[in-house]
């Protein structure tokens, strides 16, 4: 079974995106990494749906690594998965390369899932919860 919680990305560097030393800001690729949780999120439990519910994902931990700068007009392909569900906890891991191979970029970020109204932890929406639990089985 094909991991149900990877996404794969080609990621267009625009003109905004370039700090006043030529390269990709750092805080872009945080940026990045919330775009794609966001379109990971979509396919299974998405971000509206979760709101409607009275829930969101919310970080509590990032770990960036920015191992080389890219640059623009650099093809950027970016990878998200998540690899770890708990009760209440998730845990994402992002690589963003350049060129067909050259990390840039490397980041884990971990958070839980929160109830809007009174910003209480809750647990992992049971939809993920159980896609999770299906994939962990066949792995």
Do not use: C
Not at 19 to 29: A, E, L, P, Q
């Amino acid at each position: 079974m094909d991991n149900p919680f990877f996404l794969q990305k080609e990621i267009e560097i625009q003109g905004y995106d370039i700090d006043y030393g030529g390269v990709v800001s750092n805080i872009v690729y945080i940026r990045w990494m919330d775009d794609l949780r966001t379109a990971l999120l979509k396919d299974h439990h998405s971000l509206e749906l979760m709101a409607k519910n009275g829930l969101a994902p919310v970080v509590n931990k990032t770990h960036a690594h920015y191992k080389r700068p890219a640059l623009f007009g650099d093809s950027l392909i970016a990878e998200i998965r998540i690899t770890m569900l708990e009760k209440i906890r998730w845990e994402v891991q992002v690589e963003i390369t350049k060129n067909g191979g050259e990390t840039v970029f490397t980041a884990v970020q971990s958070g839980a899932f929160v109830n809007l109204k009174n910003g209480r932890p809750v647990p992992v929406p049971a939809v993920l919860a159980d896609k999770w639990k299906e994939y962990q089985t066949v792995l």
